[in-house]
Structures are given as structure tokens and as C-alpha cells.
């Protein structure tokens, strides 16, 4: 099993979330799969092949992996309901793509925009039967 870099661990921990699952992939230059770690399977993630393509098993990656800076991809849909904040960290001639579920975060974010929506939504009824009011 390889070790993970230190930058990378150190980039993990300051990252980290209480009670959030993370999974890494290590691509190398050529965007194949070197190695992985975590429970990918929590992400859909069921068939990695490492020595293979990146993009063909990960089909969300396809265009991310050239930019030469962290790239941070919040509330990516990663099916059945699961939500994962995506980090794509390259590290000397590799690049590391790190999960941090979010689907919690994506819930309580979705459910505070409807609290608003309804809100807006009263507010402009509200506004209407004044209105009506005002006229008679």
C-alpha cells in the first residue's frame, strides 16, 4: 500500500469535517489511475481498475485535471442522493482527487433555499392583498 504524500495528509487534515467520509485517487500526468483509498464504493465509485484511465471510471474528471492549482468542486451529484465536495490537488508530477461527503450540507442548504422560496412566495401574496386592499 502506498503512503500518502504529507502535503496531501496535511491538505486532508486541514480540510476535514467531523464524521465525513474521504476517499483519494492518485492519477499520475497521464490521467491513469496509480492507487486509491477510502470506501470509493460510499461514492458510486464501484469499479476503479488502477492502470487504467482516470476519466473512463470517473467520467466527472474529464477537462479538470490540467489546471497547475487546487481546484475545488462543491456539491457535485455523484447519484443516489450523495453529495461529495471534490478536490483535485496536484502534488509534484501527480494529482490527487480527494471526496468529502457533503450530502448533509447539500440537504440543510436545500432546505434553507425552500424556507426562502416560501418566504418570498407569502411575502409577495402578502403584498398582493394589500394592494387589493388599498384599491377598495
Not at 485535471?65 to 457535485?76: D, S
Request: aromatic share 8%.
Amino acid at each position: 500500500m502506498l503512503k500518502i504524500p504529507v502535503k496531501i495528509s496535511n491538505y486532508i487534515s486541514s480540510r476535514w469535517m467531523a464524521e465525513k467520509l474521504v476517499i483519494y485517487l492518485q492519477i499520475d500526468k497521464f490521467a491513469t489511475l496509480i492507487n486509491w483509498g477510502g470506501a470509493p464504493q460510499d461514492y458510486g465509485l464501484t469499479e476503479l481498475k488502477i492502470g487504467k484511465p482516470v476519466i473512463e471510471q470517473v467520467n466527472f474528471l474529464e477537462g479538470m485535471l490540467t489546471a497547475p492549482q487546487i481546484q475545488v468542486l462543491p456539491f457535485v451529484c455523484l447519484g443516489k442522493n450523495t453529495y461529495a465536495e471534490i478536490h483535485i490537488v496536484p502534488v509534484d508530477n501527480d494529482i490527487y482527487v480527494l471526496m468529502f461527503d457533503v450530502t448533509d450540507e447539500h440537504d440543510q442548504q436545500q432546505k434553507m433555499q425552500q424556507s426562502g422560496n416560501e418566504l418570498n412566495i407569502l411575502a409577495y401574496r402578502q403584498r398582493q392583498l394589500l394592494e387589493r386592499l388599498n384599491k377598495r
